[in-house]
């Protein structure tokens, strides 16, 4: 017979006490989930915060999202919140009113109740959103866009959630050969993420390079032609300069330009915007998806001419130009 002392007592705690203190809660009580498995998903030049929770829940941080979408939680959404009851508690990129009729009432509940989770014991407890929910989102998105209700200062995200689009369906289908072929468990353990990476690369490297089809095939439908298959008329040109140029800087970026790409026979040594650094890139897309946006909302090119004296100028900060600067100075 054991001695007393080697007898081990009863735990007084009840399993719920012994699970919780296990899982983990914050001040609010909620229950913090711990992470199996963390690190970071390389959408465009953003690092998403992820991680696998305990059952394999895969979840991205929700702020992460907020600057992948270039959102915040500034006034505005504070106004949307008080005004539509049905978006209250919905993250910022997905607030706004005109995005309600395509949110589904699962999508809805899934982002009104987030995960709070943990990469580390002891670390700050962060929101998570299940990282299936991104593709839904996007998919909000471009539904906003095919029914004509994106609004043209949401143009560049619904470019934003093609290309996503576009990066998870490649990856997907590879992802579901490699399983049903076995080759998973031979590939290294990055080479999905990477394929990602790359194919949101290539996306985006189309409205980087040049002008997207999408965009000429609305001049095309606006003006009535169809340049598919021949060269576009001049007058395009003078389009792209006065809605896409021009605004940026009330101007003076596109005089600048032009002092330093026309040749003194009067041909243009480059495009435009072969000038522009990564941000001065970046600020031009913007403006194509806010002109591309107003271009699917109007129904002929009149219409489109009296919605977009409508539009703001752009205003972009200094020296995004660097090349343009440099000669300059």
């Not at 980087?208 to 298959?229: I, M, Q, V």
């Amino acid at each position: 017979m054991p001695d007393k002392k080697d007898e081990i007592s009863n735990i007084p705690d009840s399993f719920d006490s012994v699970a919780s203190a296990m899982v983990g809660t914050n001040q609010s009580g909620q229950v913090v989930l711990d992470a199996v498995y963390s690190g970071q998903l390389p959408i465009a030049d953003i690092e998403l915060d992820c991680a696998v929770l305990d059952g394999g829940i895969r979840v991205l941080s929700e702020r992460a999202v907020h600057r992948a979408f270039g959102s915040k939680r500034g006034g505005s959404h504070w106004k949307r919140m008080k005004e539509n009851e049905g978006g209250a508690n919905l993250p910022s990129f997905i607030s706004a009113k005109n995005y309600s009729e395509f949110i589904s009432n699962d999508l809805k509940a899934a982002l009104t109740s987030p995960i709070i989770y943990r990469v580390r014991a002891g670390a700050t407890p962060a929101h998570g959103m299940n990282a299936e929910l991104l593709p839904e989102i996007c998919g909000v998105i471009l539904s906003a866009r095919r029914a004509g209700k994106l609004l043209s200062s949401q143009a560049h995200l619904a470019i934003q959630a093609e290309v996503l689009m576009e990066a998870f369906a490649k990856v997907g289908i590879i992802a579901l050969v490699d399983e049903a072929t076995g080759y998973q468990t031979d590939r290294s353990h990055d080479a999905l993420r990477l394929l990602l990476s790359k194919y949101i690369a290539q996306g985006l490297q189309k409205w980087l390079k040049t002008f997207p089809d999408a965009f000429f095939g609305e001049l095309d439908r606006l003006y009535g032609n169809d340049t598919s298959h021949g060269k576009r008329p001049q007058y395009y040109g003078r389009f792209i300069n006065k809605y896409v140029y021009d605004p940026i800087e009330n101007g003076y970026v596109k005089q600048e330009l032009d002092k330093l790409n026309i040749t003194d026979e009067g041909k243009r040594r480059a495009r435009f915007h072969q000038w522009l650094n990564e941000e001065g890139r970046n600020m031009l897309i913007h403006q194509i998806g806010r002109v591309q946006g107003l271009m699917e909302m109007c129904p002929d090119i009149e219409h489109f001419k009296n919605a977009a004296r409508k539009q703001r100028n752009v205003s972009i900060a200094p020296y995004l130009f660097d090349e343009m600067n440099k000669i300059i100075e």
